[in-house]
């Protein structure tokens, strides 16, 4: 749900959250910057991501869209099946543009982020996680730079059931929050995949996302970035 897997896949994918703020504002997301999702060789995949639609309410209302985490490269390094150790190892290349509307940009700075991707699976249960660094072409005063990690641990069982358990961090070494770290913990649960037709097939999940900060960060209006959320996700690939 929130950890981008190593694995190529093709599909198409709708993402919803539900952030609640620590000032009380509420941002609804719809699509979450997610789209097509394409394998044109048997070592890489491109994903064709649509900008998220988003409406804040409560505190500072806007409604429009995000900016556009357009294209990623994603190619596989190294992998292995079951029998010979069960493990993937992938890097991506990610392009932000500064396309959203004023309450939702970081215009005029692109966004490059570099990631490197890696799983591993013993039977039924995988830990897959991701580092990446987001490198802003401008704004750096505000934005900065940032080391962005990631972990799920996944279970599966009869057939069509994933609960899973995730965390995702995030340090700012520069910037408004140079300094400042972001730790949210996700439990959640992905259903599927649900063959719909031939090679068609539909998986969807929900989880659960809640900041975990020191109890003295709460009253620093600029920690966290929100507070939990809900997160929905449907793909269906083919």
Do not use: C
Not at 167 to 190: C, E, H, K, M, Y
């Amino acid at each position: 749900m929130t950890t981008v897997t190593p694995r190529l896949e093709q599909e198409y994918r709708y993402d919803q959250y539900k952030q609640y703020l620590q000032n009380g504002a509420q941002i609804d997301n719809f699509g979450g910057g997610k789209g097509l999702e394409l394998i044109p060789t048997t070592t890489n995949e491109i994903l064709l991501n649509v900008p998220a639609y988003q409406h804040r309410s409560n505190v500072k209302p806007a409604t429009g869209f995000a900016d556009g985490n357009f294209v990623t490269i994603k190619q596989r390094l190294l992998s292995a099946n079951e029998e010979n150790g069960n493990y993937i190892l992938s890097a991506f290349l990610g392009v932000q543009a500064p396309t959203g509307i004023t309450a939702f940009t970081n215009r005029p700075a692109w966004i490059v982020t570099p990631t490197l991707a890696g799983g591993i699976g013993w039977g039924d249960f995988d830990i897959q996680g991701t580092v990446s660094l987001p490198l802003p072409t401008d704004n750096l005063h505000a934005i900065g730079y940032s080391i962005v990690t990631s972990a799920t641990l996944q279970y599966h069982f009869w057939e069509y059931f994933w609960p899973e358990f995730a965390f995702n961090d995030t340090q700012w070494t520069s910037g408004v929050r140079a300094g400042r770290n972001q730790l949210f913990v996700s439990p959640g649960i992905v259903f599927g995949r649900f063959q719909i037709y031939k090679r068609v097939k539909l998986s969807f999940g929900i989880s659960y996302q809640v900041a975990v900060v020191p109890d003295h960060a709460i009253t620093v209006p600029l920690t966290p970035v929100y507070n939990h959320a809900w997160l929905l996700s449907m793909r269906m690939t083919f």
